[in-house]
C-alpha cells in the first residue's frame, strides 16, 4: 500500500539558511499535518491542513510557513534557520472518509541537521 | 486538550500480557482516546482508538472506564519487536483534522 512520502530524506544546512520540506501524502488522503521532533524528544505539532487550507496550528515558529498545493502535497518552509530547528521533521496524512478512525498515517521523516 | 500521564517506562518479559494505563482526567466530551507506537527514527504508528468501553483489534485492547478519566492498553504476548514507545493521545476533532498532542510516552522495553 502506499505510503506517505517526504522529501528530502536527510538535510544538512548552516544557520540563517532556509529550507524546504516536501511531504506527498496517501492518495485520496485530504489532511496533512507537520510534526517536530527533536533529539530525545516526543513529537510537537506544527501545523495542519484540510482540503488546501489550514486548519490548526501548533507550535509554529513564525519563521516557518506551510502550505498544501492543489494536488494535495504540502511544503515546510524554514526560514532563519536555527542550531535548535535540526529535528526529524514528520508528515502524517488522514482522511476521515477512508478510516472512521481518522487515524494518522505518518512518513519516515526528513532529518534536519543545521551547523 | 486534555493532558495525558502515563510511565514513563515499563519492563516486561516476552510472552507477557503488558497493560500501560494513561490519565486524561480533563478529557472533553467530544475527544477520543488514541495510541501510538514509536520505534526509533520512525514516524508513530496508530494502533488503536476508543470512545468509552473495550475496543479490540488484531494487536491489542483498550479499556475504557465509564468516566473516561483514564483508558489502558492492553497488548498479549508481548515480543521482543514491540520494543518501543506508546503514546497516549487525546485526539480532538478540528474542522475535518484530528489535532495530536503528544506528552510523554511510555518506553517499553521487551526482555527475552
Known amino acids: 500500500a502506499a505510503g506517505v512520502i517526504q522529501s528530502p530524506r536527510h538535510l544538512i544546512k548552516e544557520k540563517r539558511e532556509t529550507a524546504t520540506l516536501k511531504c506527498y501524502p496517501i492518495p485520496r488522503h485530504d489532511t496533512v499535518y507537520w510534526y517536530q521532533q527533536g533529539p530525545g524528544q516526543d513529537p510537537q505539532f506544527l501545523i495542519s491542513f484540510y482540503e488546501k487550507m489550514q486548519s490548526d496550528k501548533g507550535s509554529i515558529p513564525d519563521r516557518f510557513s506551510a502550505q498544501q498545493f492543489s494536488d494535495y502535497h504540502s511544503e515546510l518552509n524554514m526560514s532563519s534557520l536555527e542550531l535548535g530547528d535540526s529535528a526529524l521533521y514528520f508528515c502524517?496524512?488522514?482522511?476521515?472518509?477512508?478510516?472512521?478512525?481518522?487515524?494518522?498515517?505518518f512518513g519516515p521523516g526528513t532529518r534536519l541537521t543545521v551547523l | 486538550l486534555a493532558k495525558t500521564t502515563q510511565p514513563i517506562s515499563m519492563d516486561s518479559y516476552e510472552g507477557q500480557e503488558v497493560n500501560i494505563t494513561c490519565s486524561h482526567n480533563n478529557i472533553a466530551t467530544n475527544d477520543y482516546i488514541t495510541w501510538y507506537q514509536q520505534f526509533p527514527s520512525q514516524g508513530p504508528r496508530f494502533i488503536i482508538q476508543g470512545y468509552k468501553t473495550k475496543v479490540t483489534n488484531e494487536v491489542a485492547s483498550l479499556f475504557i472506564p465509564a468516566d473516561r478519566k483514564s483508558s489502558t492498553l492492553s497488548l498479549p504476548r508481548v515480543s521482543l519487536s514491540d520494543t518501543a514507545v506508546y503514546y497516549c493521545?487525546?485526539?480532538?476533532?478540528?474542522?475535518?483534522?484530528?489535532?495530536?498532542?503528544f506528552g510523554k510516552g511510555t518506553k517499553l522495553s521487551v526482555i527475552p
Open positions: 502524517a496524512s488522514s482522511s476521515i472518509a477512508e478510516s472512521s478512525y481518522n487515524e494518522q498515517f
Open positions: 493521545l487525546v485526539a480532538r476533532d478540528g474542522a475535518g483534522s484530528y489535532q495530536l498532542t
